[in-house]
């Protein structure tokens, strides 16, 4: 399995580096929001090298060759942890930095970044299986679909408590903070079975 996540990593730094390299730098420059930005983008690029992996019919390529189906499905999944895990600590070693040198910090940024990161383990969840059944050109709407509802509901959250309390702020941030990682462990229980049997069917 670690030269399949060796070789995706080699794939989407190839093709994607410069592109990376310009988005962490905005990223980074734009705050909390950058922060949360690019821990949720990241999620996306199992998905790159899964188009990668079609277009240069690497699926048959990997049947003469021993990795097992579970092999081929969990690398996915692991490759996108690592890129979340990655970007969740880069987006808290910031907001460190932001809040020891702003004279007003703001609050609640590690909370935040800590969501996000659940956010994005639960957004790989949610749309590998599908990927993994309809392969990325078919399943690529459903992927869209589903992060369309996830920035919607987080547009939604950010108008919601910018009308709220600090109190009230404090009291939902705590509650995601406790609730996503439990959600992120659950899915992820379901979404690695569902999708190596999806995986077979389709081969």
């Known amino acids: 399995m670690k030269a399949l996540i060796l070789k995706d990593l080699y794939?989407?730094?190839?093709q994607m580096r410069v592109f990376i390299v310009i988005l962490l730098v905005i990223s980074i420059s734009n705050g909390t929001f950058g922060s949360v930005?690019?821990?949720?983008?990241?999620?996306?690029?199992?998905?790159?090298?899964m188009a990668y992996?079609?277009?240069?019919?690497?699926?048959?390529?990997?049947?003469?060759?021993?990795?097992?189906?579970?092999d081929l499905v969990l690398s996915k999944y692991v490759l996108g942890w690592l890129f979340t895990g990655a970007a969740g600590i880069l987006a808290a070693v910031v907001q460190i930095v932001v809040r020891a040198v702003t004279v007003s910090p703001e609050a609640g940024v590690l909370n935040i970044v800590l969501i996000s990161v659940c956010a994005s383990v639960c957004v790989l969840d949610i749309t590998?299986?599908?990927?993994?059944?309809?392969?990325v050109e078919r399943g690529r709407m459903v992927m869209f679909l589903i992060i369309f509802l996830v920035c919607g509901g987080t547009g939604a959250l950010g108008t919601v408590t910018?009308?709220?309390?600090?109190?009230?702020?404090?009291?939902?941030?705590?509650?995601?903070t406790l609730a996503l990682p439990v959600a992120a462990v659950?899915?992820?229980?379901?979404?690695?079975?569902?999708?190596?049997?999806?995986?077979?069917?389709?081969?």
């Open 11 to 14: 794939v989407i730094w190839k």
């Open 162 to 176: 910018g009308s709220m309390e600090q109190s009230s702020i404090r009291g939902l941030l705590g509650f995601l």
């Open 128 to 135: 590998l299986p599908p990927i993994f059944w309809f392969g």
């Open 53 to 70: 992996d079609e277009r240069s019919k690497w699926d048959q390529l990997a049947a003469m060759m021993p990795y097992s189906t579970r």
């Open 37 to 49: 930005f690019i821990v949720l983008w990241v999620a996306m690029l199992p998905y790159t090298a």
């Open 186 to 203: 659950a899915l992820t229980v379901i979404s690695v079975p569902l999708s190596l049997r999806l995986y077979q069917r389709r081969t």
